[in-house]
């Protein structure tokens, strides 16, 4: 990570990375899913809003960056509420970085009966321009040809439990631009895969890395971390400044493999952001 950043320049490059991430691949979607599912994104007093009424999950329904450009007050929150409310959606989540402002705003959202998710944070990593470990595997790490992203995307689908629509949805990410797709492989057969996005930003070119993932039958070879790796030097040798990515923190006693293999592959954590549910 860049020495010269300051905590809160890196707390908002994270979120930053991710908002332009989510809000390309709402975009992305193909029209008739797009109209489905009521996908959009707004903003609102510097805050990302995911709205996806016809998809009932907090991870496509959620608001990200309150505070960190300028201080948030009650009518922001009252603004996204009522947004949420107005698409008839129900179930979303507010994120609230430690270090957006003001620092009193989480037990305000407590006040008004917000409460804290099984899911209670997410920690926020950053990584700089240093080359990554090499990371072994037994597994093939590539970028996905065309004939292989119709397996790779639902592999990554079967693997994170979503819908089959998913599938469809993140291969309109193949060939567009700032995304790239990768495979992973056990010889031909397509085990996982993930994305890179990249985009241009004020502060310099971000990469995000999401949607990495490897099937159930394949895991503890390697080839998590080495998708992980390999998309940080791609992003790095294209020119990206800062690398991102997220994962849900452990809950009491469970094991979390993602956020160690980021830590292997030389992210930081920026902040553990935490999750408001919003009141029933």
């Known amino acids: 990570m860049n020495p010269t950043l300051t905590p809160l320049e890196a ?24 109209d489905t599912l009521g996908l959009r994104v707004e903003r609102i007093a510097d805050a990302t809003l995911l709205l996806a009424p016809g998809l009932p999950t907090p991870m496509f329904n959620r608001a990200m960056g309150l505070g960190l450009v300028r201080p948030a007050d009650e009518s922001a929150v009252a603004a996204i509420a009522d947004t949420y409310r107005g698409a008839g959606i129900g179930a979303w989540w507010l994120h609230w970085n430690p270090l957006a402002a003001p620092a009193d705003l989480p037990a305000r959202l407590a006040a008004q009966g917000y409460t804290p998710p099984a899911r209670r944070s997410w920690a926020k990593m950053l990584h700089g321009r240093e080359a990554p470990p090499a990371m072994p595997t037994g597994l093939g790490v590539a970028p996905a040809r065309d004939d292989q992203i119709a397996a790779v995307t639902r592999a990554i689908a079967r693997a994170f439990e979503m819908p089959p629509f998913m599938a469809d949805w993140l291969a309109a990410l193949h060939g567009r631009a700032g995304w790239r797709t990768y495979a992973v492989a056990d010889g031909d057969e397509v085990v996982g895969g993930g994305c890179l996005f990249q985009t241009g930003h004020e502060t310099g070119t971000l990469a995000w890395l999401g949607m990495g993932a490897v099937l159930p039958s394949h895991r503890r070879r390697g080839g998590q971390g080495a998708l992980m790796a390999r998309r940080i030097a791609d992003a790095i040798a294209d020119g990206a400044l800062h690398v991102v990515t997220e994962t849900g923190e452990a809950m009491a006693g469970e094991p979390n493999p993602s ?8 992210f930081v954590r920026v902040a553990s952001r935490l999750n408001f549910a919003a009141p029933a």
């Open 11 to 34: 707390a908002r490059i994270a979120d930053d990375a991710e908002a332009l991430a989510f809000a390309d691949l709402f975009d992305a979607a193909p029209a008739p899913l797009r």
């Open 259 to 266: 956020l160690g293999n980021m830590q292997r592959c030389g």
